[in-house]
């Protein structure tokens, strides 16, 4: 299995600019999350899915920031418009069932917003 | 407010001794602990958990120590390599049925020296 995939892995963006960030999670997971990783916060969930159905959102930081699962397959993070505040690593990760099983990281996107 | 808390940004130990990482947290929810380890520019990979039931679980050379009354947990290598030179996260989730949020600590450098 190839594992989670993120694309792309690094951004740079300028302020204002839209970005989406992208991930395609294990096949057969029935749960997606995002997170996203600062140095001032470490690492934090901003939201996740389960069967493509957003089940908790309260770590979105704003109305800005908008996330979508329309398959099994396939979920966008995006942010419009982007604030140099931004700036971080945004992680995927994927589980069968996160009650018994593990949760499974990508790569991560670096994002960089000037 | 931090809910794990892991004091320690950077450890430094010598190829073959023990390394310990301590995390704390304070949300007595809290049922669920769990180690990961991330190595530059991937994501967090799963490494070692404990349930609230038990006090210590062991892998190989990876033992986790739950101490609940303290409200503290900790991860010994032993021995340790210098392939465990990564940053690790100490990441707690709740009880309840539906309660997938996990709760990372900031991470611990640790540096294995030949």
């Known amino acids: 299995d190839a594992g989670v995939i993120q694309s792309p892995r690094h951004e740079v963006t300028e302020m204002g600019q839209e970005v989406t960030l992208r991930c395609k999670p294990i096949s057969g997971h029935d749960y997606l999350f995002w997170y996203r990783q600062t140095m001032m916060r470490g690492l934090e969930l901003l939201i996740y899915?389960?069967?493509?159905?957003?089940?908790?959102d309260s770590g979105m930081p704003e109305d800005r920031f908008s996330a979508k699962m329309p398959n099994a397959s396939f979920s966008t993070l995006k942010i419009q418009p982007s604030e140099p505040r931004d700036s971080a690593v945004y992680f995927c990760a994927s589980s069968f069932d996160p009650h018994t099983d593990t949760q499974y990281f990508g790569p991560g996107t670096r994002l960089t917003v000037l | 407010d931090q809910q794990v808390k892991q004091n320690s940004p950077s450890l430094s130990v010598q190829e073959g001794r023990i390394s310990i990482l301590n995390c704390d947290y304070t949300?007595?929810?809290?049922?669920?602990f769990l180690w990961y380890k991330k190595y530059p520019a991937e994501g967090p990979t799963f490494l070692i958990s404990i349930s609230s039931i038990k006090d210590k679980n062991e892998d190989g050379r990876f033992t986790v120590f739950l101490n609940k009354s303290a409200k503290h947990l900790s991860l010994h290598i032993v021995p340790s390599q210098p392939g465990d030179s990564a940053v690790y996260f100490c990441?707690?989730?709740?009880?309840?049925?539906?309660?997938?949020?996990?709760?990372f600590g900031k991470g611990t450098l640790l540096t294995v020296n030949p």
């Open positions: 949300n007595s929810m809290f049922d669920y």
């Open positions: 899915f389960n069967n493509n159905v957003p089940i908790d």
């Open positions: 990441a707690a989730r709740g009880s309840g049925g539906s309660n997938y949020k996990l709760t």
